[in-house]
């Protein structure tokens, strides 16, 4: 089983705001945040997935996805990436 950690941000007509999250189920996961079922700070808002990384065992993703969560250059960085990509 993989376990990926996911970097989502808000669609256009939202606030501005990413969350960074670990999940065995991408899917699920975003369409949970979407649904407003997900994390309590990402209640209210639509999310789109910007980036996802997957790692073979539980405790290496746990690890990244600290990481991740500290690291808001990185995050600003991989939103950047993903917009040139987008259009």
Same mark, same amino acid.
Not at 6 to 31: E, M, P
Not at 57 to 62: E, G, I, T
């Given at each position: 089983?993989? =376990? *990926?950690?996911?970097?989502?941000?808000?669609? /256009?007509?939202f /606030?501005? @705001?990413?969350?960074? %999250?670990?999940?065995n189920? +991408?899917?699920?996961? +975003?369409? @949970?945040?979407?649904?407003?079922? %997900?994390?309590?700070?990402?209640?209210?808002?639509?999310?789109? #997935?910007?980036?996802k990384? %997957? =790692? /073979?065992? /539980?405790?290496?993703?746990?690890?990244?996805? *600290?990481? #991740?969560?500290k690291?808001?250059?990185?995050?600003?960085? #991989?939103?950047? +990436? *993903?917009?040139?990509?987008?259009?």
């Amino acid at each position: 089983m993989l =376990f *990926y950690v996911y970097l989502i941000k808000t669609i /256009k007509g939202f /606030k501005n @705001k990413s969350y960074v %999250g670990f999940t065995n189920n +991408i899917k699920n996961r +975003i369409a @949970k945040h979407n649904e407003n079922k %997900g994390a309590k700070a990402t209640k209210g808002y639509k999310w789109e #997935l910007v980036y996802k990384k %997957g =790692f /073979k065992n /539980k405790s290496s993703a746990l690890s990244y996805e *600290y990481k #991740l969560k500290k690291d808001r250059l990185r995050r600003l960085s #991989l939103i950047s +990436i *993903y917009e040139k990509k987008k259009y």
